[in-house]
């Protein structure tokens, strides 16, 4: 695809303009459209239709020829920009100059995924980092999971930053932020037949020793980084599972926990059919 990069986007474009403010909360609330930017996101955005209008530099288009090709292909609207304007819409230090304009229908609702009768669900609560919310999108999806539900006071899935670290993991998997109460969400899930198990450092089931209790339908819980789950919700589950530690680290952080825990779920859930190479 050949692009006139004589005639730009620049910083002032008022379409550059509108997306740089989608980095802002306020403004993404607003807006059908969320911005992402990379290699990863903007690739999987387009790849599986989420993605409207991608914006790339003239060393972009040279660098990441192959996306622009299938953005032609599939029917994107493709934007030349400036260096400028890539700055402007990047909150990077160095940025990739290649950027997409996504569908915030790519979030799902939390009916949608348990009428899909799911056997793993990621529920991580009130995550106060994008870039964990988005390690744990990433990590829900490479263990197997078939949904993320972000539950009580999160971050927004569809920031930048929560976005570029998911790799693209975003498109990949059903993602949901659900508005109900973590209660009233823990009782969707049981009625659906899942368990409910939370990670605890005292946990009274040990993560080794749970085979059996891991091959069942099992909703995980994961904690805020800073707080943990809570008495309330710890006491919910249905099972508190401790890993066990075997060095002189005092816990684990909360994108290695959830990888371990969910690790070990696929694993007991897999039959000799469908396993893999982790």
């Known amino acids: 695809m050949n692009l006139d990069f004589s005639s730009a986007f620049t910083e002032r474009t008022p379409r550059i303009v509108n997306a740089a403010k989608l980095h802002r909360s306020a403004a993404r609330k607003k807006s059908p459209v969320f911005l992402v930017e990379g290699e990863n996101c903007v690739e999987a955005a387009i790849a599986t239709g989420g993605a409207r209008d991608l914006f790339l530099t003239e060393a972009a288009a040279e660098r990441f020829d192959e996306i622009l090709t299938l953005a032609g292909n599939l029917g994107v609207y493709v934007h030349p920009i400036t260096d400028k304007a890539a700055k402007s819409l990047s909150d990077t230090v160095t940025s990739t100059g290649l950027f997409a304009l996504c569908d915030k229908e ?3 609702g939390t009916g949608k995924i348990l009428a899909g009768r799911p056997r793993l669900l990621s529920i991580p609560v009130n995550t106060a980092e994008p870039g964990n919310a988005g390690s744990l999108i990433r990590i829900s999806d490479a263990m197997g999971a078939d949904a993320v539900i972000f539950a009580g006071d999160t971050v927004d899935p569809l920031s930048s930053k929560a976005a570029r670290a998911s790799a693209g993991s975003l498109f990949h998997i059903p993602v949901a932020k659900d508005k109900s109460t973590p209660n009233d969400l823990l009782g969707q899930i049981r009625a659906k037949g899942l368990q ?15 085979d059996e209790l891991l091959a069942q339908p099992t909703a995980w819980l994961f904690g805020n980084e800073a707080h943990g789950l809570g008495p309330k919700l710890l006491a919910q589950a249905d099972h508190r599972v401790r890993i066990p530690i075997r060095g002189r680290a005092e816990s684990l952080n909360l994108a290695s926990a959830a990888a371990i825990c969910l690790h070990a779920s696929a694993k007991a859930q897999s039959t000799p059919a469908d396993s893999g190479a982790y």
């Open 196 to 210: 409910i198990l939370a990670t605890a450092a005292d946990g009274e089931v040990n993560l080794d020793e749970a």
């Open 106 to 108: 790519v979030l799902w």
